[in-house]
């Protein structure tokens, strides 16, 4: 059964379309069960009917033209319980309903599975028999399995406009709604310009062209060099490698003449599809045909064809790089963005950027916020190589995407996006003012930073201070660690512009999803593993040259504060200050005049929280990262947006713990202050505030919404609003009940830019 589930699979994965991959299911489940009907029926929600779209065994005449509402008939059952049911006498069932079109009157047996994809349902499968009995205990997990393989078939279809149900040819392809991580806060609208990583086949998106003699000329051209370039190698190893390795030279060779891999890619190109889609398509028909083989040595030959593919592939990426059309409002989609790719996109074209993998801490995530981009990172279930030019819109406050967006839902958008950049032009007014609130309470208001074009922003907002200088980005830029000096320089730049304002820089901060390049950290599970403090504490040659960096940065300034991440025991604190200590010393011994500046730690873990007393007698100051305390008080990965809804930073046992922190750092009469994405909300904010935060660092760009809401939030009352919201047990009902707070004092413009 296994063999027979891959081959289905592979067999609907080169299905050109939504259609003909339903009709490859119906004919191979029909053909593997054994059974006389198999049938998809797919659910829209807009019109609430099931529609009988594939078929093998009923009447052909049906397809596309039998509906059912939602609760109709037994494909209505299966998809109210979301489970299948299996009847051998289907007729004797009291919701069986006849359908005659169908020619079904004639089949006793009766299996039906929902197809669901995350929680959504988008169908029915269906097998049906002569013969009354009940399908077996395999035959059941068969189709469950075939159903889960045609959700995500289904889902891609809608999300790129492929999936048109009758009579609906005219109509603009179907809204769909992607969900990922908020990497860059902001809303854009815009044009798809999907951009593939170098040499990877299966990441190259399909693109209609109508120049097919360009693309022709090119694909040869491409083809050439390549067998020049193989050419080039057999004549290198001709001394090297016996004469049967030597062959397959001459076999691929062979392969990449003009009038074989060359005709075939060719003739799809004249279809009307561009070089590199034609050859990914070739290529790609041609590996399934080896990978089905039986025999070993030869289904490993379809290795060979993806490197012949990747190579004329590299190529052509060569040729066609300054081909890419970019539309006024570009958002970029890619399955990886790379800092390498933000640099070839035109500033000024480009208004939002979607990628697949990565998180909101990733390198990109951090370089679109310096930049003021809306981002969203993590988006795994979008068709992202189908996606281009089509009309998308990213909200990246709520890490969503929406493909093909409605009329209606881009008028929404637009009226937001128009009053948040009213909204914005007028905070600037409050550049210089202080955070006060109207019963004249003053809260300093801090950035996060990590790139200069983050400190010129932070200054332009008014910031007040640095509660977080990221010190990895330096370090992630590079392809070695930086050295004492280079560091010295750029930490020095960062203490000059904000003087005399204090500057916090953390120490070297890598593991979890933050990795070097040139110090790979392989874990099965590395949010738990080495981090944070545990990297740099086992490695003191770097952490002892980062101090005395950050040290002799700070002549002549003394505006250094350090911070360090990731503590969970009073051990791991001691130890760093007799580190900073020894560096402090040295760097007293080189001649340079230098004071001790304040060492503080941050409260990310749960166990640091049950320590703050031990911490606060040792330190001079302590400061949350919400992120990843959050994240592991609810043992959420917060970059995995399969359980992004579980990750709520007002959950009631992440602000009891918040909460918590502040009450013991005070007894010990050491400030807290809070620098994770969580201080920028501003509904947030009104809540840390009255919890007694000494200080709220955040993104440059949610500084101005938070102080204008701050500053008209009387103190008294975000303590009774605090006290409300403890008592609560439901995150979403707290964040409502902030909200409808804020509402009812006119401040719901700091809430703006969200659609629920």
Not at 289 to 314: C, N, Q, T, W
Not at 680 to 687: C, E, I, S, T
């Amino acid at each position: 059964m296994l063999s027979t589930l891959r081959r289905i699979v592979q067999e609907v994965g080169a299905a050109r379309d939504l259609q003909a991959a339903l009709d490859v299911i119906v004919r191979s489940v029909r053909m593997a069960m054994c059974t006389e009907v198999c049938s998809v029926y797919l659910y829209d929600e807009e019109t609430s009917r099931y529609t009988l779209m594939a078929s093998e065994g009923l009447n052909r005449s049906a397809v596309g033209r039998v509906t059912l509402s939602r609760s109709e008939g037994l494909v209505g059952q299966v998809g109210l319980r979301e489970e299948p049911i299996n009847l051998e006498d289907a007729a004797s069932h009291p919701k069986f309903r006849y359908l005659k079109e169908t020619g079904e009157e004639r089949y006793r047996s009766f299996l039906g599975v929902p197809i669901i994809h995350h929680r959504n349902l988008l169908g029915v499968l269906v097998v049906q028999q002569n013969a009354q009995r009940r399908f077996d205990e395999s035959e059941e997990s068969f189709l469950v399995t075939m159903s889960a393989q045609l959700a995500g078939v289904i889902a891609h279809a809608e999300a790129t406009g492929s999936l048109q149900l009758p009579n609906s040819e005219n109509e603009r392809p179907k809204q769909s709604r992607f969900t990922g991580v908020a990497g860059s806060p902001g809303i854009a609208i815009g044009n798809a310009v999907v951009l593939a990583p170098p040499a990877d086949l299966g990441a190259v998106p399909d693109k209609d062209t109508e120049n097919t003699d360009s693309e022709s000329h090119i694909f040869f051209q491409a083809l050439a060099s390549v067998r020049e370039q193989m050419k080039a190698t057999a004549d290198k190893l001709s001394d090297q490698v016996p004469a049967e390795e030597q062959a397959l030279f001459d076999v691929y060779l062979r392969m990449l003449d003009d009038n074989a891999l060359g005709a075939e890619v060719d003739a799809v190109i004249q279809k009307g599809q561009w070089a590199q889609g034609a050859l990914k398509q070739v290529i790609e028909e041609h590996v399934r045909h080896f990978e089905l083989m039986e025999d070993p040595y030869l289904r490993e030959r379809a290795v060979d064809i993806k490197d012949l593919g990747r190579r004329v592939l590299s190529v052509l990426q060569q040729q066609q790089k300054g081909e890419v059309a970019w539309p006024e409002k570009a958002i970029v989609i890619s399955e990886e963005l790379t800092p390498a790719m933000l640099g070839e996109i035109p500033r000024d074209k480009l208004v939002g950027l979607v990628s697949v993998q990565g998180s909101g801490n990733s390198h990109v995530a951090i370089l679109a916020r310096a930049m003021g981009v809306p981002t969203i990172m993590g988006a795994v279930d979008l068709p992202w190589e189908r996606m281009g030019n089509r009309d998308v819109i990213v909200d990246g406050n709520l890490g969503r995407v929406y493909a093909s967006p409605s009329v209606e839902l881009l008028s929404q958008y637009r009226n937001l996006v128009d009053e948040e950049l009213a909204f914005v032009e007028g905070l600037e007014s409050l550049k210089d003012e202080p955070c006060i609130t109207p019963d004249h309470y003053r809260l300093p208001l801090w950035v996060n930073t990590g790139l200069m074009s983050d400190t010129v922003r932070s200054l332009d907002q008014g910031a007040e201070g640095v509660g977080l200088y990221r010190t990895e980005v330096p370090f992630m830029i590079r392809e070695r660690f930086p050295s004492e000096k280079e560091q010295e320089k750029i930490y020095q730049k960062q203490l000059q512009i904000f003087h005399p304002r204090p500057v916090t820089i953390r120490t070297l901060d890598i593991g979890g999803d933050k990795s070097l390049s040139y110090f790979p950290i392989k874990e099965e599970n590395p949010f738990l593993g080495w981090r944070g403090i545990r990297v740099t504490l086992d490695h003191p040659e770097i952490f002892l040259v980062q101090v005395r960096a950050m040290l002799k940065a700070s002549v002549g300034l003394d505006n250094l504060r350090i911070m360090l991440p990731m503590v969970s025991g009073v051990p791991e604190v001691e130890e760093a200050l007799y580190l900073i200590h020894r560096a402090y010393h040295e760097v007293l011994g080189e001649g340079l005049e230098i004071q001790l500046p304040p060492v503080g730690v941050m409260i990310e873990v749960p166990a640091a929280v049950y320590q703050v007393a031990d911490f606060a007698r040792r330190v001079d100051f302590l400061s949350i990262g919400s992120n990843d305390l959050t994240q592991y008080i609810l043992a959420v990965d917060r970059n995995n947006p399969r359980v992004a809804d579980l990750y709520h930073s007002f959950h009631p046992a992440v602000l009891h713990a918040l909460k918590k922190v502040v009450s013991d750092a005070h007894e010990e009469g050491k400030p807290v202050s809070i620098c994770g994405e969580m201080a920028g909300d501003p509904a947030a904010a009104v809540l840390l505030m009255a919890m007694g935060f000494d200080v709220l660092s955040m993104n440059a760009t949610n500084l101005p919404r938070v102080k204008w809401a701050l500053r008209n939030m009387p103190l008294e009352q975000a303590k009774e609003l605090l006290d409300e919201v403890l008592s609560m047990d439901n995150p979403r009902v707290i964040r409502s009940a902030v909200e409808l707070s804020l509402r009812h004092r006119g401040l719901d413009k700091v809430l703006g830019g969200v659609l629920n």
